[in-house]
């Protein structure tokens, strides 16, 4: 059974910074692409970074580019979202997806709220 079990969310000031992590099981880690994805209230889901399992390459989306670092450790099969300078248009709900081939899963997601 597959499972991705994401932690780390919360309250934060604006400037502020958080670390998400997602724990996964259940998949061989290392062949899978591991991203972020947020969504806003009233908003789609957009996908915020993602790091690829052979070279563990990685992109960015514009807004947080520069902010946000996506890294992974595939011995303990976790990825990471390290996340600084943290504004209120951050704020939502963050999920961890998987994909490889033609499989992908999902998390179950972590609020982050950046608000004053």
């Known amino acids: 059974q597959v499972q991705l079990v994401e932690s780390g969310g919360g309250l934060v000031q604006p400037g502020g910074s958080l670390r998400l992590s997602c724990a996964a099981s259940?998949?061989?880690?290392?062949?899978?692409?591991m991203s972020w994805y947020r969504q806003a209230p009233g908003k789609e889901r957009e996908l915020v970074a993602v790091?690829?399992?052979?070279?563990?390459?990685?992109n960015y989306a514009y807004s947080v580019k520069g902010r946000f670092t996506i890294s992974r450790d595939n011995a303990k099969k976790t990825a990471y979202l390290e996340m600084n300078s943290l504004n209120p248009e951050d704020t939502a709900v963050y999920y961890c997806?998987?994909?490889?081939?033609?499989?992908?899963?999902w998390g179950q997601g972590t609020q982050v709220t950046v608000s004053s």
């Open positions: 997806n998987a994909r490889w081939v033609l499989s992908a899963y």
């Open positions: 259940g998949i061989t880690f290392s062949n899978y692409a």
């Open positions: 790091t690829r399992g052979a070279g563990g390459s990685t």
